[in-house]
């Protein structure tokens, strides 16, 4: 049977792996081949990292320590932050990375989605998209321009029509607040698209993973739980098998 | 003799991920296309991501079906075929379209339709067994291993070792002979995953006798 992921999701900045509040202030977690070898023994199902640097300051992809980072993990790596042509997809799979995150430039253009998809395949495709809620309606944030009038819903609709592989959909309120995920955002993705959900922000503690699943969330991202709290992955696994959702327990 | 691997460069997909799984269980893996290079090893590693049709495509014009036929069916040169690489054993595909493949077993790739399910068939899932392999030793049946895919391999139940499901049931690991195959990746699968490919570089050809 097909398990729920539990998927930390990390930001590079300054050669350092942080972890945002809503993204805005940054708290350091470590050195991020030594955080890599960390996840790797403690079972987590995939790891997504976030190249902030280069998708806010437009600096070049690091290359060099995602190279680091894919030599310890060995289990599915997704590298994302400005990633802007097909040559920086080349540059991050070819330093070991096995699926590509996109954000701001498919907002721009969508049908860079598709231009990665037909070479590389849907399954290397991870469409990021954060969420800002403003006056009960829920509106795409980016880092860069702040809040959009775009429908995040209708924005990940175009994804996956244009080959998506699979979703990360992040809320900018949550993020880093351990509050629990946006079930409300979640409600609105429930059942609406064929390829998985990845919901991130704001998992502070077990009840949160079980919360998601139960709305939608195909898999589960998170940060601050797995370093700010006394919640291990294994902790916040059992809590979901207890419950009958299928996890890779260790 | 000890063993000399290759992982084939057809220009599909992430081999580097492929070679330092290698490493990590104490075995050196060379990524070539060099058709040479391929004829001395004893072990070959056909991995890949990605569609059917442009793999197919780039083995025939880098010149390597030749090849692989000779040392895979003639020379029974040990063989693995992970993911697409798997795919590509079978005689044909139907993604964008028929295409045809190696044909070393008799089986067709087609898609997932099975009503709502998520496409693609993306995450961990368990594998069990569906015949002894020496390919599993030391994996306990059950165990997790990582996919990702939306095609699937459809064939005779003759030479699979490994069944898992995903809306229905389907094949995700055969053997047959010196040729090995894993819809999952290995690489990515963590400890069992890292388990089967030592498993595979430690083998002999000597030793499938």
Redesign the interface.
């Known amino acids: 049977m097909l398990k729920h992921r539990l998927i930390p999701c990390v930001l590079l900045k300054n050669w350092q792996l942080v972890k945002s509040i809503e993204f805005d202030s940054y708290r350091t977690i470590g050195h991020p081949t030594a955080t890599v070898r960390v996840y790797n023994s403690r079972n987590v199902d995939e790891l997504i990292v976030l190249d902030i640097d280069a998708s806010l300051n437009n600096e070049p992809i690091n290359s060099e320590i995602i190279t680091d980072m894919a030599n310890e993990c060995f289990m599915p790596l997704t590298i994302g932050g400005g990633i802007r042509t097909i040559d920086d997809v080349y540059t991050v799979l070819g330093a070991g990375a096995d699926k590509v995150a996109i954000n701001s430039e498919a907002i721009k253009n969508p049908l860079f989605i598709k231009e990665i998809a037909t070479i590389f395949g849907s399954q290397c495709v991870v469409c990021s998209i954060d969420v800002k809620k403003v006056d009960e309606a829920y509106r795409v944030f980016s880092k860069k321009d702040g809040l959009l009038d775009i429908d995040p819903l209708e924005l990940a609709l175009e994804y996956e029509k244009q080959g998506a592989g699979e979703i990360l959909l992040t809320s900018v309120d949550r993020d880093g607040t351990t509050k629990g995920y946006d079930i409300e955002l979640l409600k609105l993705f429930k059942n609406a698209l064929k390829i998985p959900i990845i919901i991130n922000g704001g998992m502070g503690e077990p009840k949160h993973a079980i919360e998601a699943l139960q709305n939608g969330a195909d898999a589960l991202a998170a940060a601050y739980i797995f370093h700010f709290t006394q919640f291990t992955p294994q902790m916040i696994k059992e809590e979901l098998s207890l419950n009958h959702y299928p996890v890779r327990l260790s | 003799m000890s063993a000399s691997i290759v992982i084939v460069d057809y220009g599909m997909?992430?081999l580097?991920?492929v070679q330092?799984?290698f490493e990590?269980v104490g075995f050196r893996a060379i990524i070539t296309r060099e058709h040479e290079l391929i004829k001395s090893a004893t072990h070959i590693v056909l991995p890949g991501?990605?569609?059917f049709r442009d793999a197919m495509k780039n083995l025939n014009s880098l010149g390597l079906v030749e090849v692989l036929n000779e040392e895979v069916l003639k020379n029974k040169k040990l063989f693995l075929g992970i993911c697409l690489g798997m795919q590509l054993i079978a005689q044909k595909s139907y993604e964008f379209g028929e295409c045809e493949g190696l044909g070393w077993i008799e089986a067709e790739v087609i898609k997932f339709d099975e009503g709502d399910l998520?496409?693609?068939?993306?995450?961990?899932?368990?594998v069990d067994y569906a015949s002894p392999s020496i390919l599993f030793e030391n994996v306990p049946n059950g165990s997790?291993f990582?996919?990702?895919?939306?095609y699937y391999f459809n064939a005779l139940n003759s030479y699979v070792i490994g069944h898992s499901?995903?809306g229905r049931n389907f094949i995700c690991a055969l053997q047959k002979d010196n040729i090995f195959a894993t819809q999952f990746?290995p690489?990515?699968?963590?400890k069992h995953?890292?388990q089967i490919i030592k498993n595979f570089a430690s083998l002999t050809k000597e030793s499938l006798c």
């Open positions: 997909g992430n580097r991920s330092k799984a990590k991501v990605g569609a998520k496409i693609p068939h993306v995450g961990w899932n368990s997790d990582y996919f990702v895919h939306s499901s995903y990746h690489e990515k699968s963590q995953g890292l």
